[in-house]
């Protein structure tokens, strides 16, 4: 098991390196961040949008939580949106959903009180809501097909808010995407939720 004062010495290494193979990296970093991408994914720690994407530092804000929800009610997920779209500009936004994920299947296999049974009460209004589709499939893949319409669901949760809407009335170019992670293969899925205007999404969604 990795130790604070082992990470800490990495961190130092890395540091070292950096600034060896680039030496003004870090001041060129600390200038300004100009991130191309806001990253909507799940805090599974297997699943760190920088490495599967290998993107350099600077180039994607991240939002990360169980289940990588974008709840319509959750002031922290507004204010990121808020902040990424109003004042970084990014016109890249990636829900990133993953194969495999724990909350994905511990919202199919219980529910409670528990902060966290209150948060993935979200996944299970989606799983009620496709019940017919789910419940003819096996375990596995009732849980990988849940896992996609989990993604389906929070692009639909982006583009329905004020925050992205507002946006695309004012000529802002932004395209929001849905991702699935395999965790067996390390490749990402496009799902063919992908929207870039609001008479795109809102097509897309009258015939749901």
Not at 52 to 68: A, D, T, Y
Not at 97 to 116: F, L, N
Not at 136 to 156: F, G, I, M, T, Y
């Amino acid at each position: 098991m990795t130790t604070i004062k082992q990470m800490l010495a990495a961190n130092k290494k890395w540091a070292r390196d950096k600034k060896k193979e680039d030496p003004t990296y870090f001041k060129r970093a600390s200038a300004n961040q100009k991130p191309e991408l806001l990253w909507i994914g799940c805090a599974d720690s297997r699943v760190g949008p920088d490495q599967l994407v290998s993107l350099p530092m600077g180039s994607v804000f991240v939002h990360r939580n169980i289940g990588n929800l974008f709840a319509t009610n959750d002031l922290n997920s507004l204010a990121v949106l808020e902040y990424a779209i109003d004042e970084l500009n990014v016109p890249n936004i990636v829900v990133c959903g993953h194969y495999g994920c724990g909350g994905v299947r511990a919202a199919m296999s219980h529910s409670g009180i528990q902060p966290v049974d209150l948060w993935l009460d979200q996944v299970r209004f989606i799983y009620h809501r496709h019940a017919a589709e789910l419940d003819n499939l096996s375990e596995k893949e009732r849980w990988d097909r849940l896992s996609e319409l989990n993604v389906e669901a929070q692009v639909h949760n982006i583009c329905r808010n004020t925050i992205i809407r507002e946006a695309w009335k004012r000529g802002q170019k932004i395209t929001v995407i849905g991702l699935i992670y395999d965790i067996h293969d390390g490749e990402l899925k496009k799902l063919g939720i992908e929207f870039d205007s609001l008479d795109a999404w809102e097509k897309h969604y009258s015939t749901k």
